[in-house]
């Protein structure tokens, strides 16, 4: 695994797929790509229409949401880039996640960020983020 210290972790996150730079934002860097469970394949007593309407057990996705915690513990910094809003919005809920069950690590996200993550590449989403980390970090703002 990377040596975190020193580099700003970016974690793309959305109802499906959770996409983890552990290694910086640089331009040549890579994601860890971490998957949602199929919650149908966890509940196959309900309907569909109950998995729409958010009636599911588990609805939270807390295996999903702790395996990104854990791959993101030893980062500095971290920003969050969701896609969605309300029950969507995948970032917002993974943060309340963390400040339930890993307040140490909550306190390390730096800020957060909306984007169409479906229609993003990885490069798009890098560069969002440098955006970000010249315009907060650097600048102090």
Do not use: C
């Not at 998957?35 to 599911?56: L, M, N, S, T, Y």
């Not at 500095?76 to 309340?96: C, P, R, T, Y």
């Not at 169409?116 to 798009?124: F, G, K, R």
Request: net charge negative.
């Amino acid at each position: 695994m990377p040596k975190l210290s020193d580099r700003l972790v970016v974690v793309a996150i959305t109802q499906h797929d959770a996409r983890v730079w552990l290694s910086g934002i640089d331009s040549d860097t890579s994601p860890t790509k971490i998957e949602a469970p199929d919650p149908k394949a966890r509940h196959h007593h309900v309907r569909e229409a109950q998995h729409h309407g958010g009636h599911d057990v588990e609805h939270s996705g807390a295996a999903y949401f702790e395996e990104i915690a854990n791959s993101v513990a030893s980062a500095k910094q971290i920003l969050l880039v969701g896609h969605g809003k309300g029950k969507a919005d995948s970032a917002a809920e993974f943060m309340q996640y963390l400040e339930r069950k890993h307040p140490q690590t909550a306190s390390k996200v730096s800020g957060s960020l909306e984007g169409n993550l479906p229609a993003m590449s990885e490069p798009e989403i890098l560069a969002l983020a440098r955006d970000w980390f010249e315009q907060h970090i650097k600048t102090g703002l």
